[in-house]
């Protein structure tokens, strides 16, 4: 009798130990988070009036200022229940901290201007976006539904690569508003005065090699091209996005959409390299060191400037938004091109742009009138005339195969601010390459790992202006420091990794608990053998 209730007390112990140790296994591999989801209301409630607090973003431009106003001014007219109360930010960064503090307050907007990496971090709160696609498929208010009291676009006039971006895993979490690429606007007046041609498709070696030579100066110190104190050859507004080009180029490691971080490899520390020798010769800087380059290309003291195709506007000799005194503006010929690439033949570029995303509410009415507004954005009035005001591109075919479109695009050089040319380049650029875009895996920490890869260039080039040494023991060391202040770390999971160390905390626990149990279990075995033995 002794025997058979020690040995069900053992097998019940063992059994507990598994069942609490598979259990805290699964909290730590996939947390208690529940998929989000929400039901669509068989109609919507017009008896009610509902508030929309949208988030929005613009760079200053009182234009597009006015197009959001316009845009909630008509919306507001179609649907009289409905106000739209907007809050403007200059900065994506400052709508993601200001989200991020309010979701633990059950504060967040209705509708926020958003970048999927932003998404995928509001995700980690329970139930806070909300999933679209039930949205975007129900006849009555999805995507050209019949009971909109606007035309919007139906799914097939979606562009899909755009909204492709939108998915993080299997799912839609946001619609596209606008798209955008990076563009390299070119002093070709100063290319040809250095005795170069330009191609059709500039490559990293290409802009190496011109922006070395245009670093040599006269006697008296000044630089010959052109004749000033002052010449920074290649400027790259977005070192995030170089970093993140050239890896995708050179089809070297950068992340997976599991989270695994890849960026500290052989190829990286070649380019960090390559950057080193260009910073020491005067010949490449970054925004946050030497300031906007179209500052600096607009007054002829920067030959190759890479900013976003929505930048255009500030940036040539005519350029309607240029941040420098009159007086400073040189003039010469502006062209634009793609992005720096490696391979000619398979340009790479990468496709970004504002997205908008809906946040999750106790009332279905009032997350039904939030979808109601954010879709009225996808309209061919607002996405035509918000495309209209920089380089960006329309994110729907239904706006930009309109004739307004169309007749837009038509009459480019005609005067240097709403057809201004170099504008109109920039946006015929994305629209010739959209298949050639790309965009980064989405997931919890795939922001931050963007702002690590656009600092370990920040870095380098830092050094050296401090007249630091690049060598293999400062790569390690930088690998390891932006590792640990980006948390990179942290978001590492390999599925392959033999190191208990990147398991999660509850894979941890249960192996632990396992080998406890099991240890448990050989005693008792043991402790019954020798008092066996010792009966004889």
């Given at each position: 009798m002794k025997r058979f209730s020690f040995t069900r007390l053992a097998s019940l112990m063992l059994a507990g130990v598994l069942l609490t140790g598979a259990a805290s296994a699964l909290n730590g591999c996939h947390g208690a988070q529940k998929k989000?989801?929400?039901?669509?209301?068989?109609?919507?409630?017009?008896?009610?009036?509902?508030?929309?607090?949208?988030?929005?973003?613009?760079?200053?431009n009182v234009t597009q200022a006015q197009i959001y106003k316009k845009a909630i001014a008509d919306f507001e007219e179609l649907y009289p229940n409905i106000t739209v109360t907007m809050r403007l930010y200059t900065d994506y960064g400052k709508i993601y901290n200001d989200v991020i503090t309010n979701i633990s307050t059950d504060t967040t907007p209705n509708v926020c201007i958003t970048y999927p990496d932003h998404i995928a971090t509001y995700m980690t709160g329970d139930n806070v976006v909300v999933p679209l696609d039930d949205l975007f498929a129900d006849p009555r208010y999805g995507l050209g539904g019949s009971e909109l009291k606007y035309d919007g676009p139906a799914m097939d006039e979606m562009v899909p690569e755009f909204l492709k971006e939108c998915r993080i895993g299997d799912t839609c979490y946001a619609i596209p508003y606008m798209r955008s690429?990076?563009?390299?606007?070119?002093?070709k007046t100063y290319v040809e005065k250095l005795g170069y041609e330009i191609p059709d498709i500039v490559t990293w070696d290409y802009i190496w090699e011109v922006s070395?030579?245009?670093?040599?100066?006269?006697?008296?110190?000044?630089y010959t091209l052109n004749g000033q104190q002052v010449m920074i050859p290649f400027i790259y507004k977005s070192t995030d996005n170089m970093?993140?080009?050239?890896?995708?180029q050179m089809d070297a490691g950068y992340s997976t959409s599991a989270g695994d971080i890849l960026i500290f490899n052989d190829v990286t520390t070649d380019f960090l390299y390559r950057i080193a020798k260009s910073t020491g010769e005067g010949a490449f800087s970054t925004f946050k060191i030497s300031s906007y380059p179209g500052n600096f290309f607009n007054a002829g003291q920067c030959i190759f400037a890479v900013d976003s195709t929505a930048g255009s506007t500030w940036i040539g000799s005519d350029a309607p938004l240029s941040d420098i005194a009159q007086s400073s503006i040189v003039?010469?010929?502006?062209?634009?091109?793609?992005?720096?690439?490696?391979?000619?033949?398979?340009?790479?570029?990468?496709?970004?742009?504002?997205?908008i995303c809906i946040?999750?509410?106790?009332?279905?009415?009032?997350?039904?009138?939030s979808w109601l507004f954010a879709q009225y954005m996808l309209t061919n009035g607002v996405q035509t005339a918000y495309a209209e005001t920089e380089g960006y591109v329309p994110v729907t075919h239904k706006a930009q195969e309109s004739a307004e479109y169309k007749e837009y695009l038509s009459r480019a050089g005609e005067d240097n601010t709403t057809y201004y040319q170099v504008k109109m380049d920039a946006t015929n650029l994305l629209l010739g390459n959209v298949s050639n875009t790309f965009t980064t895996p989405v997931f919890n920490g795939s922001a931050s790992l963007r702002d690590a890869a656009g600092s370990l260039i920040e870095s380098v080039a830092k050094s050296i202006n401090r007249k630091q040494t690049v060598d293999d023991e400062y790569i390690g060391k930088l690998y390891t420091d932006a590792s640990a202040l980006y948390h990179l770390d942290s978001i590492?999971?390999?599925?392959?990794?033999?190191d208990l160390g990147v398991l999660p905390a509850g894979a941890k626990a249960l192996l632990i608990i396992l080998g406890v149990a099991w240890t448990l279990i050989i005693a008792y075995f043991i402790l019954k053998k020798i008092s066996s033995y010792k009966k004889r």
């Open positions: 989000a989801s929400f039901t669509v209301p068989e109609s919507f409630d017009t008896s009610k009036d509902y508030e929309v607090v949208f988030w929005a973003k613009n760079d200053t690429t990076e563009a390299l606007y070119i002093n070395s030579k245009a670093t040599e100066k006269d006697a008296d110190g000044t970093m993140i080009q050239y890896l995708r003039e010469f010929e502006t062209i634009v091109k793609p992005v720096p690439q490696v391979d000619t033949s398979n340009p790479q570029m990468i496709s970004q742009g504002p997205s946040f999750n509410k106790d009332d279905p009415q009032e997350v039904l009138a590492n999971r390999s599925a392959t990794s033999s």
